[in-house]
């Protein structure tokens, strides 16, 4: 025989449907988005990984000052390499943006077209397809690249360009102003040689078998190009951020949406075993009679457990479903919005059905059996008795009597719940976190781009460009020369430069992301970093002592980007700079460090735009525009994702507060037919019941504000350290939690109303009825 | 040996100062498909000693033994077993499922028993054939607590336990529930052990004990048995 009392499940269903919609919405819209999230990340990651193989990604490449002869790759070739030529000229369009034009490629870095055709004809080009998305270009679109028309036949990726970083040492790639694409051969031949830049992909005749033999062989490699020609980039595949990030990105946002999902779950699951606590005191009478009659606390549990785990079982099927066909389009959307990734194809992902389906309905079980194993733990004549607590002799706290009877019985509501209100403010910490991160992003991005404008060393930075083989002591009659030419050629005539040297390491502190530093030799009088150095004395700007918590007196250890050799400086004081991780010295002790000699130079501060060097000796220019790539490229692809966000947060808000408070009254509708009875109004009753969660809810609120606040800090520094080059500095603008607050009032508003009309609901022969 | 045995029970509730001993030994022994009634005023210790005898209490002293097993012995898990077997609850609240229909609140009883009773034929026994598709509250109390009988009766107990299972009913419905246990002591042959305060329930029964204090102070077999429909009171 069936248990009947499985017949009460449906019923339960129907006779609390709003509780079980909301939950159950909530639950599908959560699975269901992580399922699609999982999904779409799983096969994009797939579709990421494998197009390695399938495009036949390049091991690594590397810029040359002159095109290499025959003779020359076949001495780099000779070192257990196939060089492949990858040139590619940058052009700027008519809207702004650069656009480096590669010929289509057949060999390596194979292209992935995603729609439309390859280019076969003279002016026509295949976009990335990011780039033509973010640019509304399309197939069939014309543009215009440095004055010359392109019909737009096709939109492609570029494997070698998943994600799109102009340069490898930017810390944040911009695929508004930055975006890839390719021309025909015959196009492509029609270049001239000053436009060209030649960039040779290789790959390995033996590929390395992990990742520290491929950093040696690599770096082996690079001094053996070095040998044979000059090099002006050179990045192997394991560095190259345009290749990797992509990866590494959608790796981390995994971990943070399964979190995400498992909070939601366990905030439901103690929600559901509260309004089940409270089912079983309601019910306390009918289980001691059961157990009485015989049926055991397993058999009890299993009957109290079965509607939470069922909604979640239900609403994981349901939000797999959901997650396989709507949901992973909108995500596998957000990750094209980011990313130029090739095509995929759903992988059926068993880890995410684990996660979203098994995992939340474990979760549920384990929650739901723990406070209901406790909770069932009485006796039968505890139950028949409706002596409830666990405790021996639970004493009513004693409340002043001179407080107003109002305030005593308000307090006494807010005793009887406390439980449901630490859910409460677990929960609304929960979506305040949420909801705080979701409205901060845009301004601390904003508040970054105002720093970075009010605190620019100049308005322009140029970083001259000194190939590596200058330095090469293997050639010093050439290297003479060139140092030679190349101080003539980078004097300027313009009164607001002022020389500074530069030379980049990178970080070796490994719990954080590795990155680059550039460290400024200044002038001793400088007009732009005012600082007075002396001797080697070293300043680190802010954003650096912020991002690696560096203090003055603190040791910091940077190393050659390709070499093991490492450099130690005492860090002498912070200077204000929050553009980037740079550190300050006199620029006789830079070059004095590095041995670059004593009258060299790295580069111009200038308040105006140097026009008298040619543009092939600049290496970069630092301006508002480029530090400013990070935030817009943070906004244009977190933009939408954080109202989404803000949206999930309010819901979970509400959601939570509707259930806790709605618990509340259920419980007390006893009492409150009985007060309606004895003559009170629905006002004075409001204030009994509704304002000791108001009270509560304003609070919370009140509370979680600054509670949240200090958790996004942490997140933030977190975020930055491990999943980000660079820095942000975490900032909150005061209208956040204004807006905090008020939506936090104004949902519960909406709640407190639905409750109020609870209460006119509440017969009054309930408290007849139900006397015993 | 009798079917229910019960030796030299005590119970106590509380300690040093505020101790009350409330069964202070009680023997008392029942034969199978006896109509045995517990009498006594409030704080008798009347339905303390119905909770031991039902498993749901425990004993400081003494033991009860029922067709053989004895109860003391048991672990909480035994017990329940033992409760499932052997014993059928009725309390004078009826402590019904308030979603579950009337049929689906007696099949609740029968799903405790290997062998229950037919539900269809029980339903028409406790004369709730008009009402098995209804939900408690569209039951008047008398239809309820029929309902909490067929209920504890559908699993066929050896023992019913009635814990002033008329308590909360007017004079006809109560004379209703009494000649309905009647019935069903006499139609499935149950022990039946009624805690009461009504005095002339007594005559009904096949052995009355009084109890005052913790104390049996009166036992005996009813020689005059009444039937249900001639109680008057």
Redesign the interface.
């Known amino acids: 025989m069936k248990n009947p009392l499985n017949k009460r499940l449906p019923r339960e269903i129907r006779g609390d449907f709003g509780k079980y919609l909301v939950v159950f919405l909530l639950l599908v819209l959560c699975i269901g988005f992580i399922s699609g999230f999982l999904v779409a990340d799983n096969s994009m990651i797939r579709a990421y990984n494998d197009g390695f193989e399938k495009y036949n990604i390049e091991n690594g490449h590397f810029l040359t000052e002159h095109k290499m002869n025959k003779a020359q790759k076949r001495a780099v070739e000779s070192n257990g390499i196939t060089l492949y030529d990858q040139f590619y000229v940058e052009q700027e369009a008519d809207f702004g943006a650069k656009v480096r034009i590669y010929a289509k490629r057949d060999n390596v870095n194979t292209v992935c077209l995603m729609k439309g055709a390859f280019p076969e004809k003279e002016n026509e080009i295949s976009l990335d397809r990011m780039f033509a998305d973010n640019h509304e270009l399309t197939v069939g679109d014309i543009i215009l690249l440095a004055g010359k028309e392109y019909t737009i036949t096709g939109l492609v990726a570029l494997p070698d360009y998943s994600c799109l970083f102009e340069n490898n040492s930017d810390s944040m790639f911009d695929a508004m102003l930055f975006g890839v694409a390719i021309v025909s051969g015959d196009t492509f031949a029609q270049y001239t040689e000053d436009e060209l830049n030649y960039d040779y992909a290789w790959k390995y005749d033996v590929e390395p078998q992990n990742e520290a033999e491929e950093k040696t062989v690599s770096e082996d490699l690079m001094s053996a190009v070095n040998e044979e020609v000059a090099l002006k980039d050179y990045v192997p595949r394991f560095e190259n951020q345009a290749i990797n990030f992509t990866g590494e990105d959608m790796g981390s946002d995994r971990a943070m949406m399964i979190v995400l999902l498992y909070m939601v779950i366990v905030i439901m699951a103690f929600v559901f075993a509260i309004t089940t606590s409270n089912t079983i005191e309601k019910e306390a009478n009918v289980i001691g009679t059961l157990r009485a009659s015989g049926y055991t606390r397993g058999e009890l549990i299993r009957h109290y457990m079965a509607m939470p785990c069922i909604v979640t079982l239900i609403s994981a099927v349901l939000g797999n479903i959901l997650g396989y066909t709507v949901m992973k389009n909108i995500c596998a959307r957000m990750y094209y919005g980011s990313y130029s990734l090739p095509t995929y194809e759903t992988v059926w992902n068993a880890e995410a059905f684990l996660e979203t389906t098994v995992v939340p309905v474990v979760l549920m079980i384990l929650i739901n059996f723990w406070i209901l194993y406790r909770k069932l733990k009485l006796s039968p004549l505890q139950f028949l008795r409706r002596d409830l607590s666990r405790k021996k002799k639970r004493r009513a706290v004693r409340l002043n009597p001179s407080l107003r009877f109002f305030t005593r019985f308000r307090i006494r509501v807010l005793l009887q719940n406390a439980a449901n209100y630490l859910i409460m403010f677990i929960g609304i910490q929960f979506a305040y976190v949420l909801l705080m991160f979701g409205l901060v992003m845009q301004p601390i991005l904003e508040h970054y781009q105002e720093l970075i404008t009010d605190n620019m060393i100049a308005d322009y930075q140029y970083i001259l460009n000194m190939p590596v083989s200058e330095m090469n002591d293997k050639y010093k009659l050439k290297m003479l020369f060139s140092m030679l030419q190349f101080e003539q050629n980078v004097e300027t005539e313009n009164e607001d430069a002022e020389k500074f040297s530069a030379y980049t390491l990178r970080t070796t502190d490994e719990s954080y992301m590795l990155e680059d530093i550039l460290l400024y030799g200044i002038e001793p009088d400088s007009r732009y970093v005012h600082l007075s150095l002396t001797g080697d004395e070293v300043y680190i700007s802010s954003a650096y002592a912020e991002k690696f918590g560096l203090q003055k007196g603190d040791t910091i250890t940077l190393k050659e980007k390709y070499e093991d050799k490492t450099y130690s400086f005492t860090v002498t004081g912070t200077y204000p700079y929050e553009a980037g991780l740079t550190v300050f010295m006199t620029r006789d002790h830079l070059n004095e460090v590095f041995d670059l000699g004593d009258d060299m130079f790295g580069g111009y501060f200038s308040n105006t735009e140097i026009t008298d060097i040619d543009e092939k000796y600049i290496g970069s220019v630092i301006d508002l525009d480029s530090l400013t790539k990070v935030t817009r490229q943070l906004v244009l692809s977190m933009g939408e994702m954080m109202k989404l966000v803000c949206g999930f947060a309010i819901l979970i808000f509400v959601i939570l507060v509707y259930l806790l408070s709605k618990i509340i009254i259920e419980k007390n509708a006893q009492s409150i037919s009985m007060t309606k009875i004895l003559g009170y109004s629905r006002g004075e009753i409001a204030r009994l019941y509704i304002l000791p969660t108001s009270i509560m809810v304003v609070l919370c609120v009140l509370i979680s504000i600054p509670v949240t606040s200090y958790e996004i800090g942490i997140i933030w520094k977190a975020m930055m350290s491990g999943m980000m080059t660079g820095w942000l500095p975490y900032w909150v603008p005061k209208q956040a939690y204004i807006q905090m607050f008020g939506s936090g009032l104004v949902c519960y508003l909406v709640v407190a109303a639905l409750e109020l009309h609870r209460i006119s609901r509440v017969p009054m022969d309930m408290a007849l009825k139900n006397v015993e | 040996m009798m079917f229910l045995e019960i030796k030299g029970i005590k119970k106590n509730f509380g300690e040093g100062d505020s101790l009350v001993e409330v069964l202070k030994g009680i023997d008392l022994s029942v034969e199978k498909g006896e109509f045995c009634v517990l009498l006594g005023p409030s704080g008798s210790g009347k339905s303390t000693l119905l909770?031991i005898i039902?498993g749901?209490?425990r004993a400081n002293e003494g033991s009860i033994t029922i067709n053989g097993e004895k109860t003391e012995d048991m672990n909480e898990?035994r017990l329940?077993?033992?409760?499932?077997?052997h014993?059928?609850?009725i309390?004078q609240?009826y402590?019904?499922?308030?979603?579950?229909t009337v049929q689906?609140n007696i099949?609740?009883?029968?799903?405790?028993s290997e062998h229950?009773l037919d539900v269809e034929e029980l339903i028409g026994t406790l004369g709730l054939e008009k009402h098995k598709n209804k939900l408690p509250?569209q039951l008047s109390g008398g239809q309820q607590q029929r309902c909490?009988i067929g209920?504890?009766i559908v699993?066929n107990p050896d023992i019913l336990l009635c814990d002033e299972p008329t308590g909360a009913l007017d004079y006809n419905t109560s004379k209703e529930i009494l000649k309905l246990i009647e019935t069903v002591n006499q139609k499935y042959g149950n022990t039946v052990i009624m805690v009461t305060h009504n005095d002339a329930i007594k005559n009904m029964a096949d052995r009355v004990v009084k109890l005052r204090d913790g104390q049996i102070r009166k036992n005996y077999l009813n020689e005059d048995k009444m039937k249900a429909e001639d109680l008057d009171w």
């Open positions: 909770n039902g749901i209490d898990k329940t077993v033992y409760r499932r077997k014993l059928g609850y309390f609240m402590n019904l499922i308030p979603n579950l689906e099949e609740v009883g029968a799903y405790l229950p509250n909490a209920r504890a699993k």
